[in-house]
């Protein structure tokens, strides 16, 4: 799939917006999981309840299951980087820092994804505009977590630190998915990631923590089928239905759309409120996002040129 951008029509934009809820609404699910359910198992159930429904899509679809164990080696890595490492830092960092605020941390994936794969893929060189944008979005970062956290420890600054670890690690899931599963269908990659992180995470749920409790409230239940039907399945069908019709460069644009979701969740059920730093942090973000784009900075300068 090439990664050069295509026409951003009104059904892809629509469908970009339903993806960003689904996300968004990850965060909100995870918080609302966590008040009887630990981050890692919270994670076990987010990816071992997709399985069977990822299975069924792919069967039905006719795409064909791989066999070579090379293929599920990756598959286990995939899951790794871009399930068991990312969610499990997002969500104990959720035990210390709003849903809201860890979702504008998040949006950093595109920029750092960048600079990742400027460094280790020979097909993406790594520009100034992604060293600048990766710079800028640093500078957010700092707004969003002040001063203090260079002077004194805070719990809330080290859960701040582990998002920013969960998008280090979905940087590179993108550099090790293109490397190693680029040949494979991307329905199949989602279900293989899946299994391979649940394969990962059972043996080490037991061992730390015991065979999960089944006695949850209605509402536990409620958010952790959420996470893994909306916010993994459903997401993934909309992702790469996005990823067709638009190309991998607009799809980007959901980093930014997520927040304002989890943000509005949190205010609405859980009321969390989001201070000006906050929100300052997010406005440098998203101007490095546009940084490391560039397609924004293109157009008006093609305008500019275009004036008579």
Known sequence: MSDHPTSMDLTSFALLILLAAVWGGSFFFAEVALLEVSPLTIVLHRVLWSVPVLILIVRLKGIAIPHRPGIWGAY???GLLNNAIPF???FWGQTQIES???SILNATTAMFAAVVAGLLLKDEPLTRNKLLGAGIGLVGVALIMGIDAITRFDPSNLAQLAVLGATLSYAFAGVWGKTMLSGQPPLMNACGMVIGSSVLLLPLVL????VPSFA?????????LGLALLSTVFAYALYFA???RAGAANLLLVTLLIPP??????ALFLGETIGREAWGGFAVIAFGFAVTDGRLFQKARGRIRAKP
């Open 216 to 224: 949850l409230s209605a509402t536990t239940w409620g958010a952790l």
């Open 242 to 244: 996005i990823l067709k």
């Open 100 to 102: 809201g605020l860890a």
């Open 207 to 210: 061992l730390t923590e015991g």
């Open 261 to 266: 979701f989890a943000i509005a969740l949190g």
């Open 76 to 78: 286990l890595g995939m």
């Open 88 to 90: 499990s830092l997002i």
